[in-house]
């Protein structure tokens, strides 16, 4: 499996998905879950494990209120997470924020673990609220102390997240609203008003903080 390094650098935008909304029962949760993921993602998954993955975070999904973030750094087996592997997993799941992802790798880069697996599906509660679910295998095993200190500081990071982040979708909107007002403004050329558009989605897309 192609190994990469976690890294706090913002990747190139991807096309933007459609965030499934979720409704009652496990079989469509997994079906919901997946529609959210491209090939990409899951290539080189065994079916068997990608199952069970998904299973584990309908059971994180059952048991998680708004605005509680459900963490779970562990060393799978059998029993426990329907498969068995050398190296240590994290389970999240969350409020959809920004920049989570960015923040949660950047912390996995400054301890120098490699990532070897990431998925991260939006999911949709309602149409105002979306939840996201992240899904790390590391390129080692963690030791007992290791796991609980990294859970600990996901625990910690989320938190941040949320708390810097607490009106960022309310300012996107004030963005676009400025992307409508501009549109409209008389006696702009059109080079220079595609440029003030093309910098609004820019900021709009989360490129700029």
């Not at 949760?29 to 080189?44: H, P």
């Not at 920049?99 to 880069?109: C, E, G, K, P």
Request: hydrophobic share 40%; net charge neutral.
């Amino acid at each position: 499996m192609h190994k990469k390094k976690a890294s706090s650098k913002k990747t190139s935008k991807k096309p933007a998905k459609a965030v499934p909304q979720i409704s009652a029962g496990m079989e469509d949760f997994k079906k919901q879950f997946l529609k959210a993921l491209s090939r990409e993602d899951t290539a080189g998954i065994p079916l068997a494990k990608l199952d069970a993955i998904i299973s584990r975070h309908w059971r994180l999904h059952q048991s998680r209120r708004s605005k509680l973030a459900l963490i779970e750094v562990s060393n799978p087996i059998d029993s426990t997470h329907g498969w068995t592997d050398a190296h240590t997993v994290i389970d999240i799941t969350c409020d959809d924020m920004a920049f989570v992802i960015d923040s949660v790798t950047s912390l996995l880069a400054e301890k120098s673990y490699l990532i070897e697996i990431i998925l991260h599906p939006l999911l949709s509660l309602k149409e105002s609220q979306r939840q996201s679910h992240l899904f790390i295998q590391l390129g080692r095993r963690l030791t007992d102390l290791q796991i609980i200190e990294l859970r600990e500081e996901l625990l910690s990071v989320i938190d941040d997240v949320r708390d810097g982040t607490r009106d960022w979708l309310q300012i996107k909107a004030q963005v676009k609203q400025c992307q409508a007002a501009l549109q409209n403004a008389p006696k702009i050329p059109p080079e220079e008003m595609q440029e003030f558009v093309d910098f609004i989605n820019y900021i709009h897309d989360d490129n700029f903080t």
